[in-house]
Every structure is written in C-alpha cells, then in structure tokens.
C-alpha cells in the first residue's frame, strides 16, 4: 500500500516551467505503475502523464506531449513531473496516482479507474 503526497503546484506565468512531486509511502513503491492525472474547474478529471514499474515505460497525454516529462526516482519513492511551456489551460488541480502494475500495456496506465491510490491534489494556476 501506498499514500502519494504531491507538492510543487503553484502560479506561473505563461511559457514558465514547474516540477511538481509526489512522495509516496510504502516499501513497495518500485512494483507500483505511478500516474499524474489533473482536473480544470467544471471538467472531467484527464489523464497527463504515467510511468510503469519498469522506470522506462510512459505515456503522455496528446496536449501535453513535448512539454511535459514524468520521471521516478525508487530510491526516494518519488514521481516527478516536470512541466515546460506552460500554457494557460495547463490550470488545475494536479493529482498524483499509484496502482500496483508492473506491465506495460497503454488501457491500464492511463486509465485513472485502475489506479487505487491518490493524492489530495496541488493546484497549478498559469496567468496569460
């Protein structure tokens, strides 16, 4: 089991950059497939970024492809988000995931009902 922590959200102007963290606990973080997911005022919840077990797997959404990168450090229990050339609709509530996957297979890492753990979210707001 593991409880992902996130931080790093903030206010940023357009074209800046930020690297959100997730910490999280538990001795079996390395078997665990990480996912960021983010949620705009009065929409759906999305999926923005995952990585699988292996360290090497990662999908990212079509909107944030090129701009953004998830990476993982097992050793700390931390998934990093590093996000470049924000744009306004970046803006929202950044939520980081965990669901105990060691595949590979795209239908279950970007799938935010397969994942099981979840953050409380960081608010990422970028001006124009």
């Known amino acids: 089991q593991v409880q992902p922590v996130e931080s790093g959200g903030g206010l940023v102007q357009a074209g800046g950059s930020l690297r959100l963290s997730c910490a999280a606990s538990?001795?079996?973080?390395?078997?665990?497939?990480m996912g960021w997911f983010r949620q705009a005022p009065g929409k759906e919840r999305e999926f923005a970024a995952a990585?699988?077990?292996?360290?090497?797997?990662?999908y990212y959404a079509d909107s944030v492809k090129g701009r953004f990168t998830i990476s993982r450090d097992n050793a700390k229990n931390t998934v990093y988000l590093q996000m470049n050339s924000l744009k306004p609709e970046d803006t929202a509530v950044y939520y980081c995931a965990a669901q105990q996957y060691t595949g590979w297979r795209a239908a279950i890492l970007t799938d935010g009902i397969r994942y099981t753990y979840w953050g409380q979210g960081t608010q990422v707001t970028v001006s124009s």
């Open positions: 990585i699988g077990s292996d360290d090497y797997t990662t």
């Open positions: 538990g001795r079996t973080f390395s078997s665990y497939a």
